[in-house]
């Protein structure tokens, strides 16, 4: 997991910026101030468009990267301002999940046609894993990124793919990330698990058996295994 970043760029962006194929033509919906185009320009992308919703967002990021060689500015929403076949990878970065989700839902033409999707919401993802189930945008791969104190998840998305198979009742965090080892998973499932008890105890009672089904799910998830030698 990246908590520093050598390109000097935020460890969150770093960590996207990572998953974008060398050579790929990409596009940023929501690029925000333009770091992480930046970034992908300068480091593996052909082609950058970067694109923004909120007029005055959209000036800054002209004034920033307009001009520069190998990108490209549309003012739009979501996938709207991507045209057919004009780039392989979409990044929706740095947005809750139930905008992400609609970004999607309402460009799902432009979305199916990708190669790969790198979906950073900037909290939870339960909502948005579901939603890219109903959507039938298959889920390949995640990471997970630690900034300013708090861990950011990456969801991995290749249409065409065969998703990573997916048990909820084993994997209640995702299929791969539930159940990756090193320290910062670690940590972010025992994060997880003291604001899920935190929750549980805010609940009214009628309403705490899935917060408790959850509960037991995380517990189980860093068990001690027999025979290792822990108490
Ligand atoms: C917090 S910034 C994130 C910037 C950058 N992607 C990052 O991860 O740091 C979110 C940006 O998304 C833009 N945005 C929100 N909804 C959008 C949409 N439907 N289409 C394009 N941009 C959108 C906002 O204007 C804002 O600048």
Redesign the pocket.
Known sequence: MKTVAPSGL?P??DT?AGHAPKGSRVA??????G??ALRLAQDRASLVIA????AG??LRLVRRLGGLPGFDCRR???LSCIGVGEVEVA?????GEH?IG??LSSGLERAKELRRLLL?P?GPTAHLRRLLERLGLPLTGEDLAWEGGRFYQLLIVEPGCPGLPWDRERSPLGPWLSHRQDEGARAWRRELRALSERRLELTPADKRPPLACLLDQLGQLDAPQEGSGSP
């Open positions: 935020r969150r962006l996207v940023d919906i929501g690029a925000g101030d770091q992480l694109t923004e919703w909120q967002a959209y739009g929403d979501g990044v929706v970065a740095g947005m905008t609609r970004i950073q900037m």
